[in-house]
């Protein structure tokens, strides 16, 4: 078709010669020596991979003829050793990266890659999927290379073997026919039903569109990335009616007739040598300027755009998601590098998991993601493996049991890990096997695969890390290490213990309300009680004694209002209340020994080289040495259970003991008086362990979050802490001194300020209606009413003393009280004369 189109638009016509080679490299070497001795071609097209492009290329250079090569893969030496060499088919490397992202998008954490035995596969595919899957934290269990001539029985065997593995998530690179035999083999197994995953990558998915019915109904579910190209313009348009019309007269049997990536490349690739020979007809001996013609080209053609960078087409980034089901497939969107899942070749809206990409109709018709994982069909109990250890008999304990030939395990952590076994949505059947040894020994048996799990109070360390994988779910709040010390009694010698019984709250919401308090009284009282007058200053005075003397002495006798005297009763409850607990808590200050930490933080034991101590067989040793840089000479770890420890601080053998925080607590349960918590809660945490990659861990995880949200760990912990009773005598409080808050008096003092307020409004209401008159008030009235009652320097007062100097000139008492306030334009005034 290029080169018809070609003639029609330069009337320049080209010759092609076709040799059929079906992927095989030999045969293409034969057929590319016989186009050039005998056919005597200008330029060779066609070879589909790596094993054929090296072997004909060799060929092109020793005979001057340019060799198009169609393979994705292409050493970047090849184009340096063979200058005849060009490469046209972009890359398809990244495609890896979509295949990591379309695991981790669903949460697999393992996967079987099965790949045809060649060396594009090997150097090509291989590393790019062993770094990218890494890069995602999947882990690849099984790598098998498929040789291109397998046979069917060879087939059966190695799918059966990996159908007794738990891992069902595969990911194919392999040629089509090897694709389609792969896949009706595991048909026949029943490999394509639900939990399995299969998906494929270009090298098949390319081609799906050519499949029959038949071939289609053996890949049901299959989920594929597929090289993309810009379906839209008139030309594509144009030449898919023209190819779907030809092709369909010339291959009468095929049904499918729409042309894929391989054939638009095909066109393109012609088009472009046409358009280069057709410019240089007397090329130079050695081609060179026919070679540069070509690596000059920018323009777009049918499989998309096309240029060179350094003498190859630049890597496709972007890739098609399609999942096969009925007889044919659908195209779910997008994946690129640069944005991720999309269901438009823009990615105006993406996201990092593929569920933006709509439903998808997995092996068996099924809707429901799948695990990625099933239990294999010849399952073995896993085995976990339980520390046998003196010292962590609360977490993990073991016992023979000799009538049934058997070890028996219990604990805080086996109890934990059987209710969240029990969660699990399947069965899943252990036997737990005692190991003694070190934890880093165990773990390095799980890592080694002896053991499917580790489970006890297993600290969670980088080192560690690298080999097994843990629960995310910790086993005790976050900590992973403490300082435990010696207690001492604590001095009561100190300048400020007086307000120590109380806190600054309490201090300052006592002061406060007794301030409001002494504040009401004095508006009550102030007509009646003279020391109450005077100037501003004064009054204040007044007012601050008023509100502390009451403390200390009962003043009913001087009080006139029954208002003030039931503000005062409620105000006098509080304060003896208040008093005596001020004096208890201080008592007890005073009288009873308080305990201290003998050491308060590891810098002190650094500097003064103290002898410190922890377990063996455990992790804390290289972490004292490593991380908090304690000199490896002054730290004992020869210590196999709490009475050592307990002895050894006792016995001033060492200054403090480092404790994991779970083995710390179970030490202070049992020695609960003369031992307490000093310094820092080092980071950390503690899980159980599993082997790298393992698919239950997932599930393991999700079903501790459910256990630890009944809160059944908490029952567990509660229950086996509480069985550690106290083995000491009562030396002492071993609490810090404990200042009283406001909280503990809330409800006392909302009743005090409740009554004071009550008095004080009653009060104002009663006092701002005139004796004798029914005056109607209005809002602002009384408020103007309320604010002169509660003033320090009021208008009666002044009225009082001018009062003194006019009463000596004027007899008429109504005289009097006009000049005194005449000056007052605010106020109305009604006076009434009465004897005397």
């Given at each position: 078709m290029a080169i018809d189109d070609f003639f029609t638009q330069t009337n320049k016509s080209l010759v092609l010669r076709v040799e059929s080679s079906p992927n095989d490299p030999l045969q293409a070497t034969l057929a590319a020596r016989n186009l050039m001795d005998v056919q005597h071609v200008e330029v060779i097209l066609g070879p589909q991979t790596w094993e054929e492009v090296s072997l004909v290329a060799e060929l092109g250079e020793r005979?001057?003829?340019?060799?198009?090569?169609?393979?994705?893969?292409?050493?970047?030496?090849?184009?340096?050793?063979?200058?005849?060499?060009?490469?046209?088919?972009?890359?398809?490397?990244?495609?890896?990266?979509?295949?990591?992202?379309?695991?981790?998008?669903?949460?697999?954490?393992?996967?079987?890659?099965?790949?045809?035995?060649?060396?594009?596969?090997?150097?090509?595919?291989?590393?790019?999927?062993?770094?990218?899957?890494?890069?995602?934290?999947?882990?690849?269990?099984?790598?098998?290379?498929?040789?291109?001539?397998?046979?069917?029985?060879?087939?059966?065997e190695?799918?059966?073997?990996?159908?007794?593995?738990?891992?069902?998530?595969?990911?194919?690179?392999?040629?089509?026919?090897?694709?389609?035999?792969?896949?009706?083999?595991?048909?026949?197994?029943?490999?394509?039903?639900?939990?399995?995953?299969?998906?494929?990558t270009t090298s098949t998915t390319s081609l799906v569109h050519s499949l029959n019915s038949s071939v289609m109904s053996s890949m049901q579910g299959v989920i594929g990335v597929n090289s993309y190209f810009p379906e839209m313009g008139p030309s594509y348009h144009d030449f898919y009616d023209r190819f779907y019309n030809k092709f369909g007269l010339e291959h009468v049997e095929e049904k499918n007739h729409e042309p894929g990536i391989y054939a638009l490349r095909a066109y393109d690739a012609t088009w472009i040598l046409a358009q280069a020979m057709?410019?240089?007809?007397?090329?130079?001996?050695?081609?060179?300027?026919?070679?540069?013609?070509?690596?000059?080209?920018?323009?777009?053609?049918?499989?998309?755009?096309?240029?060179?960078?350094?003498?190859?087409?630049?890597?496709?980034?972007?890739?098609?998601?399609?999942?096969?089901?009925?007889?044919?497939?659908?195209?779910?969107?997008?994946?690129?590098?640069?944005?991720?899942?999309?269901?438009?070749?823009?990615?105006?809206?993406?996201?990092?998991?593929?569920?933006?990409?709509?439903?998808?109709?997995?092996?068996?018709?099924?809707?429901?993601?799948?695990?990625?994982?099933?239990?294999?069909?010849?399952?073995?109990?896993?085995?976990?493996?339980?520390?046998?250890?003196?010292?962590?008999?609360?977490?993990?304990?073991?016992?023979?049991?000799?009538?049934?030939?058997?070890?028996?395990?219990?604990?805080?952590?086996?109890?934990?890990?059987?209710?969240?076994?029990?969660?699990?949505?399947?069965?899943?059947?252990?036997?737990?096997?005692?190991?003694?040894?070190?934890?880093?020994a165990l773990l390095e048996q799980v890592h080694l695969k002896n053991f499917d799990a580790a489970i006890g109070l297993i600290a969670i360390t980088s080192k560690r890390y690298e080999k097994v994988d843990f629960t995310q779910t910790g086993l005790t709040e976050a900590g992973l290490l403490v300082m435990v010390v010696p207690v001492q009694i604590q001095s009561s010698n100190q300048a400020w213990l007086f307000v120590k019984p109380f806190t600054k709250a309490m201090w300052?919401?006592?002061?406060?309300?007794?301030?409001?308090?002494?504040?009401?009284?004095?508006?009550?009282?102030?007509?009646?009680?003279?020391?109450?007058?005077?100037?501003?200053?004064?009054?204040?005075?007044?007012?601050?004694?008023?509100?502390?003397?009451?403390?200390?002495?009962?003043?009913?006798?001087?009080?006139?209002?029954?208002?003030?005297?039931?503000?005062?009763?409620?105000?006098?409850?509080?304060?003896?209340?208040?008093?005596?607990?001020?004096?208890?808590?201080?008592t007890s200050m005073l009288t009873v020994p308080r305990l201290k930490p003998t050491i308060t933080d590891i810098e002190?034991?650094?500097?003064?080289?103290?002898?410190?101590?922890?377990?063996?067989?455990?992790f804390v040793p290289l972490y004292l040495s490593d991380v908090l840089q304690f000199n490896p000479s002054n730290i004992k770890a020869n210590y196999t259970s709490l009475d050592e420890i307990a002895r050894a601080l006792n016995t001033k053998e060492i200054e403090a003991a480092f404790l994991q925080s779970p083995l710390a607590k179970q030490f202070l349960a049992r020695y609960c008086k003369s031992f307490t918590l000093?310094?820092?809660?080092?980071?950390?945490?503690?899980?159980f362990a599993f082997q790298k990659g393992s698919p239950v861990l997932p599930d393991i995880n999700t079903a501790l979050i459910q256990v630890i949200e009944t809160g059944k760990f908490q029952e567990l912990e509660n229950s086996l802490i509480s069985a550690e009773m106290c083995v000491e005598g009562n030396t002492g409080s071993k609490d810090d001194d404990i200042s009283i808050s406001a909280n503990s008096f809330q409800g006392l003092f909302m009743i005090t300020v409740g009554a004071s307020t009550i008095s004080l409004l009653i009060h104002l209401i009663t006092s701002c209606k005139l004796s004798?008159?029914?005056?109607?008030?209005?809002?602002?009235?009384?408020?103007?009413?309320?604010?002169?009652?509660?003033?320090?320097?009021?208008?009666?007062?002044k009225a009082s003393r001018v009062s003194d100097s006019v009463e000596e000139n004027s007899k008429d008492l109504a005289i009097q009280v006009g000049v005194l306030l005449s000056g007052s334009k605010d106020v109305n005034v009604s006076i009434k004369c009465v004897n005397n």
């Open positions: 005979s001057h003829i340019p060799i198009l090569s169609f393979s994705d893969f292409t050493p970047t030496w090849a184009t340096e050793r063979w200058s005849f060499l060009l490469q046209f088919s972009p890359s398809q490397s990244i495609q890896i990266k979509a295949l990591a992202a379309i695991v981790s998008s669903w949460g697999w954490r393992r996967v079987n890659v099965i790949y045809e035995d060649m060396d594009s596969s090997v150097y090509g595919i291989t590393p790019h999927l062993l770094d990218a899957f890494q890069k995602s934290g999947v882990e690849i269990g099984h790598l098998v290379p498929l040789p291109r001539f397998v046979s069917g029985i060879s087939l059966m190695i799918l059966g073997n990996l159908k007794t593995d738990q891992c069902r998530v595969f990911v194919i690179h392999t040629s089509l026919p090897l694709s389609i035999r792969l896949f009706e083999v595991a048909k026949k197994m029943d490999m394509m039903t639900t939990d399995y995953v299969w998906i494929t057709n410019m240089d007809r007397n090329k130079d001996r050695d081609n060179q300027g026919f070679i540069d013609r070509i690596f000059s080209t920018n323009s777009d053609g049918l499989s998309g755009k096309i240029h060179f960078v350094e003498k190859k087409p630049p890597p496709s980034h972007l890739f098609q998601i399609i999942n096969i089901h009925g007889r044919s497939y659908k195209e779910l969107g997008y994946w690129s590098e640069s944005f991720g899942f999309s269901r438009s070749v823009d990615g105006r809206v993406n996201s990092s998991s593929m569920n933006i990409l709509g439903t998808v109709i997995w092996p068996g018709g099924s809707h429901s993601i799948p695990k990625g994982w099933s239990l294999p069909t010849s399952f073995k109990p896993w085995r976990i493996a339980v520390p046998n250890t003196t010292l962590f008999k609360l977490f993990e304990t073991i016992s023979y049991d000799p009538f049934q030939n058997k070890y028996r395990v219990s604990g805080l952590s086996v109890d934990l890990f059987k209710a969240a076994v029990d969660r699990l949505p399947y069965y899943f059947p252990c036997d737990y096997v005692p190991f003694t040894g070190t934890f880093d300052l919401l006592t002061a406060g309300i007794n301030l409001y308090n002494g504040f009401v009284v004095w508006v009550i009282e102030r007509d009646h009680i003279p020391e109450f007058k005077g100037s501003g200053l004064s009054q204040v005075g007044s007012l601050i004694w008023l509100s502390f003397s009451t403390l200390f002495s009962l003043r009913g006798a001087q009080l006139h209002n029954d208002l003030s005297r039931m503000a005062v009763v409620v105000w006098l409850f509080m304060a003896l209340v208040v008093m005596q607990t001020y004096t208890a808590n201080l002190t034991l650094k500097y003064s080289r103290a002898m410190i101590g922890c377990t063996g067989q455990t000093a310094g820092p809660t080092f980071a950390g945490g503690y899980g004798g008159w029914m005056v109607k008030f209005s809002k602002s009235e009384w408020l103007a009413c309320i604010r002169r009652r509660s003033q320090f320097w009021s208008r009666e007062d």
